[in-house]
């Protein structure tokens, strides 16, 4: 059935709410199966455990100019000095530049990211080796690609924000710390309970909205998403992964979820033809699993493309605003492409139905 709007947060549903959290998951027996993965409440967690598990609090990192505050947060609560390096406008990086800058500031850790679930890495995975030589660490965060699995072998920590696929109120991990306690780890870390309590009443009165369509109920959930919001943003609380959350992952329908999304994707590269939406990736190669489709929005009118799909109750992300430290200490070349990119929902909430309501208004859009 079509849904009444597309995007916003992940909710729980109703079969959801009333089978998961009765029991405590046994933190020592079950998480430890899980080999050397260690499963915080976030992505931002997992980069500051694994920060501190290397032992580079205060060292040079290097991002990419096109990343999320909170990267930057994460880094910055470790007291590290985060340094950009550009990313192309086709969203690889600027290999040039980013080697230039190395030999420049000689960093102890480089943060990568493939985006939006495309392998833009492939061709400086093939220079790890070489980075590290220079005894450059690399931290690879599969937060867009983890599903799309490419070879993260030869990285050094590989980290993730699990809540960006799955209706997870809380969720990360960190994957390839050597000689890491996980035992202790669980056993001083707590859970975040107000997060998971705040995430299921929000559910609740979503998941009413979307059968009412009562959009005064809104007043009432969006702020308890935002209480969470705050939460993870006070990067200096390190929490495990909820229980909770562990039985939404251990119980999700990933070939579902692979299923819908390149179904999506395939839907909308074939029928996006508005001359003002240049689409990113136009092509999708086996086994990618994207996460958003991301597109060019030409004539400085991504703001206006923005609205006029939210009066139509299609809510499409900025993915990313530009952080404040980018804007202030990077050229303004790095920024050139930022403010044109729009994030098209293609998640498996959706189905094609709803990807022709979203392709026609946007080729609607002039
Ligand atoms: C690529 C990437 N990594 C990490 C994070 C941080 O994840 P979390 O919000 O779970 O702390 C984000 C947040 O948007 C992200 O986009």
């Known amino acids: ?48 455990t694994a920060v501190h598990h290397l032992g580079l609090e205060g060292c040079k990192v290097f991002v990419p100019a096109f990343s999320c505050h909170s ?25 040039t530049e980013l080697f230039r800058l190395m030999d420049e500031h000689n960093p102890s850790l480089l943060y990568v990211c493939p985006l939006f679930g495309f392998d833009t890495l492939s061709s400086l995975r093939k220079r790890y080796k070489e980075i590290q030589d220079k005894g450059i660490r690399i931290v690879e965060d599969v937060t867009h690609s983890l599903l799309s699995g490419f070879n993260t072998k030869t990285v050094d920590v590989v980290v993730c924000s699990l809540r960006k696929w799955l209706e997870m109120p809380d969720g990360g991990f960190v994957w390839g710390l050597k000689c890491f306690d996980t035992e202790d780890y669980y056993l001083t870390h707590q859970e975040q309970t107000e997060i998971v309590n705040n995430f299921i009443k929000a559910s609740r009165l979503k998941l009413d909205y979307l059968t009412k369509g009562d959009e005064s109920l809104k007043q009432i959930f969006l702020p308890l998403f935002y209480k969470n919001n705050e939460v993870f943003d006070d990067t200096s609380i390190s929490c495990r992964m ?29 029928h996006i033809n508005n001359p003002l939406v240049d689409i990113i990736f136009k092509s999708l190669p086996a086994g990618v699993v994207p996460l958003y ?26 993915i990313w605003p530009t952080p404040p430290q980018v804007l202030t200490t990077c050229p303004a070349e790095y920024l050139r492409f930022h403010d044109d990119i729009l994030s098209l929902v293609i998640d498996q909430r959706y189905d094609v139905s709803d990807m022709e309501r979203l392709a026609w208004n946007i080729n609607q859009f002039s």
């Open 1 to 48: 059935m079509p849904c009444i709007e597309i995007g916003g947060n992940y909710c729980l549903s109703q079969q959801e709410i009333d089978a998961f959290g009765h029991d405590q998951i046994p933190y020592a027996s079950v998480f430890m199966m899980w080999g050397n993965v260690v499963f915080t409440h976030s992505g931002r967690s997992a980069i500051t």
């Open 71 to 95: 990267v930057t947060d994460a880094f910055l609560s470790c007291d590290c000095s985060v340094i950009y390096y550009p990313i192309n406008c086709d969203l690889t990086a600027n290999e």
């Open 242 to 270: 909820s229980s909770f959350s562990y039985e939404i992952l251990s119980q999700a329908d990933f070939k579902q979820i692979i299923e819908h999304r390149r179904v999506n994707y395939d839907f909308l590269l074939n």
């Open 293 to 318: 489709m991301p597109v060019y929005v030409g004539n400085g009118r991504r703001a206006d493309l923005q609205k006029a799909l939210i009066n139509e109750r299609l809510y499409c992300p900025v």
